[in-house]
């Protein structure tokens, strides 16, 4: 049962990978000219003189004079084959421009998210066993400015706070010295000093997100007879709000890990701009602008299967975790 | 000896700032091993007496005065005041779920969905009395068997959406009583279930209660329940005690005009023709007989019937689809081989038991859902027309002849819209008139249904039950239509504002010359309704009879079982509960030979007993064999 259940959300994901490949192959086309056109501009406007022989060359290398369909088709196979293009901004093969980024990212990601579950679930346990106590207010005032404030301004608050404060130098995610090192004990450490920063402004907006919705949740099933039946047992309300309203609002966060997963990948981009952190995402937004396509398509084309894999695995995280979904099947007409 | 004496019991709930009393001073008992009844209207304060015996009060209420005196049988010399303990200290928690059980009216939401029966039992079991695995479960697997499941061991790891809800509350049950407790609180335990089950489940209650020497504080508003259940009666309106006593006394010689009065506003069964219920409110001052213009009713014989219908059959497939074709699919038949005719002016009655397709049945009349096959026939006397074929145009322009009143009046009105908007949304979907006529429509729409046209403004919210399902009827009547389905348009109010939604629409129906189809599962109000009855069991019409003819000739084994199992507020007719059919009224297999199908597969037909009296039964049955 389950088994058939997999299989088929699987094999749902090709149709859905198809659509999303060719859109995100439309719209990176749908500007006039491409990252050669680009380059000559931008060249020109520097007053530097453009080889166009060699640009003229370059498009037909990498068959930018072919149709669309055509240059789709070769896209797609080579992805299929694991091949995810050639960066023209770096000169070097797109899998090692964003490799190298990706640990980083993906560290300061996952920081990110469990900082956010473990300040955030406490709270909204708070917020909603308490509801309209001083300190439901005043936990949903902190959240909102947390919601409010956008993430760059209160990068450069903190940057310069973390400065005058704590010395540390925010630029980057470790100290300059280790910037080309391999990763050592010393490294690490660094890295650990720096992170806390990013994690917290980053993660802020995301924490106050999910009090929010641990709270509304939360506040829905206290509502819920079972819980009186539960309460009516004669066990203790910590126990009670465990076992069952607890685990009824974690429907709704388990649905949420499937967004989770591409956003490790993506990171913030705006704050890691401001903090120069050398993550994925100015590198994407970058590649975007300078209309590197393969750069952008295919790293936006793995964020875009992460999403799917991401929302496989939550539906089946509540196949397992809630029994109405795996036993009910679907009523069709 | 008493085992629960409440006295001077004051409840306050504080809303927004503002302190309320909703329970002023009450006093009860509660003997060791017997059933007291607690009768009262939603919002009469029963349930919150419930809850603060149980130390379960929301937030925002609390005990203001008076004390909650518990004394176990089993420490006598003890007396507990619960109201003096602390609301979720260790000593409330003892009690609770130990020595006071507690079950509730809806059996759906009141087991998690994500928890298996059995572990939701255990909990209970291994909350009070600590046992060892193998043994709990050996002790939960005899509980559910002594509640009625046939295979406790499977039972035992079902979930409760698997389970009717008939089973449901006898899991529930199970879980109350796992630890023996001392006093059983039910808190209108059958009000959602059909009365079948309802009986089955208060013979279980008595059956348990006489087993166990548990005594049972029996929340309710069905004088029916009490007069079947209770040794002593206390009736409650308003947070205070009207009226208390032995059973007897209180139905005998009800003293208490709020008493009389309820006594007189529940319909039953031996309404004289043409008697009226006495409702506490009427929803309008009654208007002189002379005022009426009734439209002349068409008792013609020959006249064609307003409504046709003719062999409709509705299947719904169920299951997992694998995505390769195959799969569990099973189908159901929700509606099968159902004809019928209203006359014009008619109220014709529909009921049965929940999941026998009387609602499928009124979705493909009003065109909500398509029928596999079968026709339905409207002849307003200008036109002839075959609903099912209408398209486009026709089809909203016929929309206008059939209008709906629902069940639920909360549901069923927009929160977000002002009755004003609600009244006049029909009007201007189907251009009726300019502004200011659409206006004085809905005014006059108000006044119909007893309502004052300067709430037009307001919200529904700010309307009770009855006010709400008033606006509902408003509604419907707007188009002026020629046929109302109303699909249980007063299960969900208390009785005296039952009372008065029927007589208003008895008096409508009067006034305007409408034709009903009356669709309920309570066989007193429909027999109080209608003119004519169908009784529907398992997607087919099993009986279809005049309404004096149903009531005292009835012939199909299911209509006889459904009135069997009717409680009556009556002490001189007490219910049979050992009559009651053990696998539900609606199991074939318990009827008699000549009204299943053959089993060479040939199919049942209605045989006319006479006097537009049909059931269906085998064709080659007898008639004396079947009457």
């Known amino acids: 049962m389950l088994l058939r259940y997999i299989l088929k959300r699987i094999l749902l994901m090709i149709p859905t990978l198809f ?315 | 000896m008493d085992i629960l004496r409440i006295s001077d019991l004051r409840i306050g709930f504080t809303i927004h700032g503002l302190a309320r009393e909703v329970v002023k001073g009450v006093s009860l008992r509660v003997p060791a091993g017997k059933t007291v009844a607690l009768v009262g209207e939603s919002g009469s304060g029963k349930s919150v007496i419930s809850q603060a015996i149980m130390g379960l009060l929301p937030r925002a209420g609390g005990i203001t005065g008076g004390a909650i005196r518990f004394r176990d049988p089993l420490a006598p010399q003890e007396v507990i005041d619960i109201a003096a303990l602390e609301p979720e200290g260790r000593e409330i928690r003892e009690l609770r779920g130990g020595r006071i059980g507690m079950i509730f009216q809806e059996p759906m939401s009141s087991l998690s969905p994500v928890h298996t029966i059995g572990n939701q039992i255990e909990e209970a079991l291994q909350l009070h009395r600590p046992t060892p695995k193998a043994e709990a479960r050996g002790l939960i697997e005899a509980m559910l068997k002594r509640v009625g499941f046939k295979d406790p061991p499977r039972a035992y790891d079902t979930y409760s959406f698997e389970l009717s809800g008939g089973l449901r509350q006898r899991a529930m049950l199970a879980m109350a009583l796992i630890c023996q407790p001392a006093l059983l609180i039910a808190d209108e335990p059958t009000t959602a279930l059909d009365v079948t089950i309802q009986a089955q489940v208060l013979d279980l209650m008595r059956d348990l209660q006489a087993e166990m020497g548990m005594a049972i504080l029996l929340i309710t508003h069905d004088l029916g329940v009490v007069a079947n259940m209770a040794d002593e009666v206390v009736v409650i309106y308003h947070g205070e005690i009207m009226e208390s006593g032995p059973v007897e006394d209180i139905f005998r010689h009800p003293r208490h005009p709020y008493l009389k009065a309820l006594l007189k506003a529940s319909p039953h069964f031996d309404m004289q023709e043409g008697e009226r219920l006495v409702a506490l409110r009427e929803a309008r001052p009654r208007q002189k007989a002379a005022a009426r213009v009734a439209r002349p009713r068409a008792a013609k014989a020959d006249a064609a019937p307003l409504l046709s219908v003719r062999d409709l059959r509705k299947t719904y497939t169920t299951g997992a689809r694998s995505f390769f074709g195959k799969g569990s699919l099973t189908t159901i038949t929700a509606v099968d081989g159902v004809s019928f005719d209203i006359a014009r002016g008619e109220c014709l009655g529909l009921v049965g038991e929940s999941g026998c397709g009387k609602t499928t049945v009124s979705k493909i009349i ?61 009007l201007v979907i189907h251009e009726r008139g300019d502004g200011d006529e659409q206006f004085a429509r809905v005014r006059s729409l108000m006044e119909d249904v007893g309502l004052d046209p300067r709430f037009l403004s307001r919200y529904p919210h700010s309307f009770s039950g009855g006010q709400r399902q008033r606006i509902g009827i408003a509604r419907a009547l707007a188009l002026d239509p020629e046929l109302i389905i109303c699909d249980e348009p007063v299960s969900a109010l208390d009785v005296s504002v039952q009372a008065q939604i029927l007589n208003l629409l008895k008096d409508l129906q009067a006034e305007r010359g409408l034709t009903f189809l009356f669709i309920s599962h309570n066989l007193a109000v429909v027999n109080y309704m209608a003119d004519r009855i169908a009784v529907m069991a398992n997607g087919r019409i099993v009986e279809i009879a005049p309404r004096h003819a149903l009531f005292t000739t009835p012939v199909h084994p299911y209509t006889k079982a459904l009135l069997r199992s009717v409680p009556f507020a009556d002490l001189d007719r007490k219910l049979d509960f050992k009559l009651v059919a053990p696998g539900g009224a609606s199991d074939m297999s318990h009827w008699a030979p000549a009204f299943r199908p053959e089993p060479d597969g040939a199919g049942l037909a209605p045989l006319a007993l006479g006097e537009g009296h049909y059931v269906l039964a085998r064709p080659s049955a007898d008639i004396r064999e079947v009457a």
């Open chain 1, 19 to 333: 659509v999303t490949s060719v859109l995100i192959f439309t719209v990176i086309n749908l500007p006039e000219g491409d990252y050669f056109e680009t380059l000559a501009a931008e060249m020109q406007a520097q007053g530097e003189k453009a080889d166009l022989s060699r640009i003229e060359f370059l498009k037909k290398e990498y068959g930018f004079d072919k149709p669309l369909p055509e240059r789709y088709l070769h896209w797609v196979v080579g992805l299929l084959q694991g091949d995810m293009g050639y960066s023209f901004e770096y000169q070097r093969p797109v899998r090692e421009v964003v490799g190298d980024r990706l640990l980083l990212t993906m560290m300061v990601s996952f920081v990110t998210i469990i900082f956010t579950w473990i300040v955030a679930f406490p709270i909204g346990i708070y917020s909603a066993t308490h509801q309209y106590s001083w300190g439901d207010y005043g936990l949903t005032f902190l959240g909102l400015i947390g919601l409010a404030v956008p993430h760059f301004l209160m990068a450069l608050v903190f940057m310069y706070f973390a400065n005058v404060w704590f010395g540390t130098s925010i630029g980057g995610l470790v100290d300059p010295q280790y910037l080309n090192q391999p990763m050592s004990w010393a490294k690490l450490r660094s890295v650990l000093e720096h992170l806390w920063i990013p994690v917290i402004i980053i993660g802020a907006g995301g924490t106050a997100g999910m009090i929010r919705s641990v709270r509304a949740n939360l506040l829905d099933e206290l509502q819920k007879q079972y819980f009186v039946t539960a309460r009516a047992k004669g066990l203790p309300p910590g126990r009670a709000l465990r076992k069952y309203p607890l685990r009824m609002s974690l429907n709704f966060f388990v649905s949420d890990i499937g967004d989770i997963l591409p956003s490790i990948v993506s990171g913030a981009e705006i704050v890691a701009i401001v903090l120069s952190l050398q993550t994925t995402g100015p590198l994407l937004i970058r590649a975007l602008q300078s209309q590197d396509m393969y750069l952008a398509g295919s790293f936006l084309m793995f964020l875009s299967t992460l999403t799917v894999v991401g929302v496989l695995i939550s539906d089946i995280a509540l196949a397992i975790l809630d029994p109405r979904i795996r036993l009910q099947g679907e009523a069709t007409k």
């Open chain 2, 366 to 426: 009003m065109r909500a859902v398509t029928p596999n096959a079968g026709t339905v026939t409207f002849d307003d006397g200008q036109q002839r027309c075959d609903i099912l074929a209408l398209k486009g145009e026709e089809l909203r322009r016929f929309r206008q002849k059939v209008q709906m009143i629902f069940q639920d009046p909360v549901s069923s009105l927009s929160p977000r819209m002002t009755v004003m908007n609600i009244l006049r949304e029909p």
